[in-house]
């Protein structure tokens, strides 16, 4: 499945596909495949990449064009 988010989270945070790709444990080749759309990316890696771009994964999806994630209050 293609996201086109993950390419424009990465460069518009000043990211290179290598540095993604050592966050999540894989080579930039193969993150490279996932920003294409040629490998569909594990919910566990999206996860990961939503945490850490401070971002919903609804938007990352392209389910919502709201970026920010809201906090539960305890």
């Known amino acids: 499945m293609y996201f086109k988010r993950l390419k424009d989270l990465r460069v518009d945070n000043d990211y290179l596909q290598k540095d993604i790709a050592n966050l999540l444990g894989i080579t930039q080749q193969y993150y490279s495949r996932y920003e294409l759309g040629h ?17 919903s994964l609804d938007y990352i999806v392209g389910l ?4 920010e994630t809201k906090t539960r209050k305890k």
């Not at 566990?44 to 771009?53: Q, S």
């Not at 919502?64 to 970026?67: A, E, G, L, N, Y």
């Open 39 to 55: 490998y569909t990316m594990p919910l566990e890696h999206i996860i990961k990449l939503a945490k850490f771009y401070n971002v």
């Open 64 to 67: 919502s064009d709201i970026k």
